[in-house]
């Protein structure tokens, strides 16, 4: 059974920074792809950086570029998600993803993933 369960969730001011990471259990994404995607309130679902980690890419969404880094720790099936300079706009509930098999141009579509954490919140105030 695969499980995805985030942590580093909180608190912060505008200005500040976070690391959410995500520990995946019952498969080994290393040749798959594991990213986030986040939920605002009435908002729908969007994508906020995933990577391809066979290949070592990784991918953004240009509200996030620049200030937020995905990367991988293979040994422990964990990605993290460095947060700099957070806005109030970052303020969501934050959902690791993963799944195995995707190509580059559905990397972005959140229905592409198979495997889902709980959600962990950020908000970030002014």
């Known amino acids: 059974q695969v499980q995805l369960v985030e942590s580093g969730g909180g608190s912060v001011q505008t200005g500040g920074s976070l690391t959410l990471s995500c520990a995946a259990s019952?498969?080994?994404?290393?040749?798959?792809?594991m990213g986030w995607f986040r939920q605002a309130p009435g908002k729908e679902r969007e994508f906020v950086a995933t990577g391809k980690w066979s290949s070592g890419h990784t991918y953004y969404a240009d509200s996030v570029k620049g200030r937020f880094t995905i990367s991988r720790d293979n040994a422990k099936n964990t990605v993290y998600l460095q947060m700099n300079s957070l806005s109030p706009e970052d303020t969501a509930v934050y959902y690791c993803a993963a799944g195995m098999s995707l190509i580059t141009s559905s990397l972005r579509t959140a229905a592409q993933y198979a495997y889902w954490g709980q959600g962990t919140q950020v908000t970030v105030s002014s």
């Open positions: 019952g498969q080994n994404f290393r040749r798959g792809a």
